[in-house]
């Protein structure tokens, strides 16, 4: 009897798994566990995350729920990525899940909503900065409007 040769996912595999946002969320909760996570909790983070609230609306839960039951989690399984057990509703790491945490690796752990409220405040003390230097006469800002409110829309 041969065994079956070693699986591997190839990077275009796994680029078509993480397509999509609900199985990228599923890789990333099952790197950052330490053994199998229940779909409810599982669901519950997704559609937290979806809605931008700690909690999320029952209508949205079982969306995800539904979803990642019937569409995610079986595509994932069938690509060896976790496990699925159908009794528990437990998800756990699946034999390919090594090769595919490298693409959901994030080097830049602030969020989304950090990131744009850096920019917010960037942009908000520049166009103060120029509004300052406008008013007390700086050579070159002349072509700059007078109205603060127009400066900070620049």
Do not use: W
Not at 81 to 105: F, H, K, M, Q, T
């Amino acid at each position: 009897m041969d065994a079956d040769p070693p699986r591997t996912l190839s990077p275009d595999d796994a680029f078509d798994l993480l397509a999509n946002g609900r199985r990228r969320r599923v890789v990333e909760h099952l790197c950052a566990s330490e053994g199998p996570i229940a779909l409810s909790e599982v669901a519950k983070r997704l559609a937290a995350a979806e809605t931008e609230t700690a909690d999320a609306a029952d209508g949205r839960y079982k969306s995800v729920y539904v979803s990642l039951q019937q569409t995610h989690l079986p595509k994932l399984e069938d690509a060896g990525v976790l496990e699925y057990d159908e009794d528990d509703r437990e998800v756990a790491a699946g034999p390919l899940l090594g090769e595919i945490s490298s693409y959901v690796e994030d080097d830049d752990p602030a969020p989304v909503t950090t990131r744009r409220n850096d920019l917010a405040a960037g942009v908000c003390a520049l166009g103060a900065v120029l509004f300052g230097a406008k008013t007390v006469g700086v050579p070159g800002l002349g072509a700059l409007p007078s109205d603060p409110v127009a400066a900070l829309v620049l």
